[in-house]
């Protein structure tokens, strides 16, 4: 029995692509949305892609969000970018603007379109971070962009309280993202030396780790908070 539907940003590799494997695995359909996709959703039944630059804003009204046949249709806003990596006063305005377009405007405008033309039992989530707390010298522009999402769900979850609406924490998660912190300059960056020790060290959360911890939520029938950590669930 079809469990739902599943309309996931970002699957090309990390959370994203390992969400649309264990979905897929679980019984859902699997929309992916990104610039390219994954093996599992192109050699799967229940899998269908969308290629998409989602700081287009066609590309973003184009995105066909069709509900589940049976079981909730779910929204992962998880497509996103570390941004610039560099002071304030070093930043490009291109380089601020795609950060917080990918990061901030894509989601809310498929969130406000989902809201608007699903039907039925939905959830919406989105790919958050403890950066939208904690000031990191050099991320300027993804710390702003992850507070804004994560005041972004909680608003939505006010006027929308009979939807499930999340802002996931993943933690340090072993994707391309980390890579790119990792190779960062030390002087744009410095906390760089934490982020390579704990690659070194193994510490960083593996991506099926989340998606299974997501599946888990989407069918909790305990309360949950709006912005939750996937490590407690």
């Not at 469990?3 to 692509?17: A, E, F, H, P």
Request: charged share 20%; aromatic share 8%.
């Amino acid at each position: 029995m079809l469990r739902g539907r599943l309309i996931i940003t970002g699957v090309s590799s990390g959370i994203g692509k390992a969400l649309a494997e264990a979905s897929l695995e679980a019984g859902y359909e699997v929309l992916g949305v990104g610039r390219r996709s994954c093996d599992a959703i192109e050699s799967h039944a229940r899998g269908q892609f969308f290629q998409a630059d989602l700081t287009d804003p066609k590309a973003l009204e184009a995105i066909p969000l069709l509900p589940a046949a049976s079981g909730p249709t779910i929204l992962i806003n998880n497509a996103g970018t570390i941004g610039p990596i560099a002071s304030t006063a070093e930043v490009e305005h291109e380089e601020m603007a795609y950060c917080m377009h990918l990061n901030v405007v894509a989601p809310m405008r498929l969130t406000a379109r989902f809201l608007q033309e699903i039907e039925g039992e939905k959830q919406v989530y989105f790919t958050g971070s403890g950066a939208a707390n904690y000031p990191i010298e050099g991320w300027a522009a993804y710390c702003a962009s992850k507070a804004a999402v994560h005041q972004y769900a909680e608003v939505v979850a006010k006027e929308h309280p009979g939807v499930r609406i999340h802002a996931f924490r993943p933690g340090k998660v072993d994707t391309p993202m980390q890579a790119v912190i990792r190779e960062s300059s030390s002087t744009a960056f410095a906390d760089k030396s934490h982020f390579v020790e704990a690659f070194e060290q193994g510490e960083l959360v593996q991506p099926q780790f989340v998606a299974q911890k997501l599946l888990k939520v989407f069918v909790s029938k305990t309360e949950i908070p709006v912005i939750f950590s996937t490590s407690n669930v």
